[in-house]
């Protein structure tokens, strides 16, 4: 079992390295952070330009029901005040306008743009669901995943899922464990059986009871589809403690690291990784936001640079509103990345050189002989 997980390893380096030594890119994923949340669209920017945990508007809820005498808390409870009196926040389901959304503006955008692979918050640490989960009744009407998932294959687009282990408001525990993360994850794998699984939310899962749910998730999802990619945050206080003390170290399950929100390693790791940021300050969309808080192009496209100089892979997220539109400045910044990066992306004829996929990373035919090559090194 080791020894597999040792040669899968390798693999996944090796191509990737050698991706990067006969490409000028290197892997791209847009990450859409989507929800109730995207209703209030509110933090405190001065707040968030200090935090320390680099969350934005997604942390909504927790600011909430937050103790006051802290700014970011005080800050969103009189917001919420003033605009929503004393309206639960699970009330912005009624607000939550998934039924005005287009999937196909986005994956239009992010096909433009030059990525390989889209991902749609499923659930994020509030608790509510973008797919009729039989779990509750907390969830969007529409089937918001499946759209998604639809709109990306119609775009030839790798499809991922992110899932946040913990919720605000529900303590990691056996109860919820059986009762919503499990059968939630074993849903969202039944019904959609995505290309890669971006987990969140596992710091607090440390009992051996949490993690052998964990466990159970993880092994429901690898027998659906072996080949799927799954990332570092899947939670136990050991396996923490050793990524931590290794940047190099890599999980049984996972394909790739990611180390802290918005961090890049001082080296290139010997494994897998990929780097995770937003263009503005806040993953959820925050109109809070002035001009001044977003990336130029310019500096997306240095920092994706910076990310390929490392052998990693480089996702960066998109915030949009309740309705599904776009927040523009982030538009912008990202289209004026990709018009430094991918001059050509959008020419048919260099769309159709992308002939086939290794692990979601595009292989143009010019780089089908090095990967040869790489396979036999690899296998004899």
């Known amino acids: 079992m080791f020894s597999n997980y040792v040669e899968e390893t390798r693999v996944h380096l090796s191509i990737y390295r050698a991706l990067s030594a006969t490409s000028n890119h290197t892997h791209f994923s847009i990450i859409f952070h989507w929800g109730l949340y995207s209703v209030s669209a509110f933090d405190d920017v001065i707040s968030a330009e200090k935090r320390k945990i680099q969350n934005g508007a997604e942390w909504y809820l927790k600011r909430l029901n937050g103790r006051t005498g802290n700014r970011q808390n005080d800050e969103t409870q009189f917001y919420h005040k003033m605009n929503y009196k004393d309206a639960p926040y699970s009330d912005f389901q009624y607000h939550f306008q998934p039924e005005k959304w287009d999937p196909s503006v986005w994956m239009s955008l992010a096909k433009s743009c030059g990525a390989q692979t889209v991902i749609i918050t499923s659930k994020h640490h509030d608790g509510y669901c973008l797919w009729p989960t039989k779990t509750n009744t907390y969830h969007s009407q529409r089937d918001v995943v499946e759209d998604f998932k639809k709109a990306a294959r119609d775009c030839r687009l790798n499809f991922g899922i992110y899932y946040s282990w913990w919720e605000f408001e529900n303590g990691p525990n056996s109860h919820y464990c059986d009762n919503t993360m499990i059968p939630q994850v074993k849903e969202l794998c039944d019904r ?189």
């Open 192 to 380: 959609y059986n995505p290309d890669l699984w971006w987990f969140d939310g596992d710091w607090l899962f440390k009992s051996n009871v949490v993690n052998r749910a964990i466990d159970e998730c993880l092994n429901y999802i690898k027998k659906t589809n072996p080949k799927v990619e799954i990332n570092d945050r899947v939670g136990g206080s050991e396996l923490i403690r050793k990524m931590k003390e290794n940047p190099n170290w890599l999980g049984h399950y996972s394909s790739f690291r990611v180390y802290s929100d918005r961090a890049l390693p001082a080296v290139s790791p010997n494994i897998p990784w990929e780097h995770i940021n937003t263009i503005g300050l806040s993953w959820g969309r925050n109109k809070q936001q002035q001009k001044k808080h977003y990336k130029t192009g310019s500096q997306l496209a240095e920092l994706y640079k910076n990310v390929m100089a490392l052998n990693g892979r480089f996702c960066i997220n998109l915030g949009p509103d309740a309705d599904g539109s776009l927040d523009p400045f982030e538009v912008d910044s990202l289209k004026k990345m990709a018009q430094l990066i991918f001059p050509k992306v959008d020419s048919e004829e260099e769309t159709k050189k992308s002939i086939f996929s290794v692990d979601g990373t595009q292989i143009s035919s010019s780089q089908t002989s090095s990967i040869k090559l790489l396979s036999q090194f690899i296998f004899n």
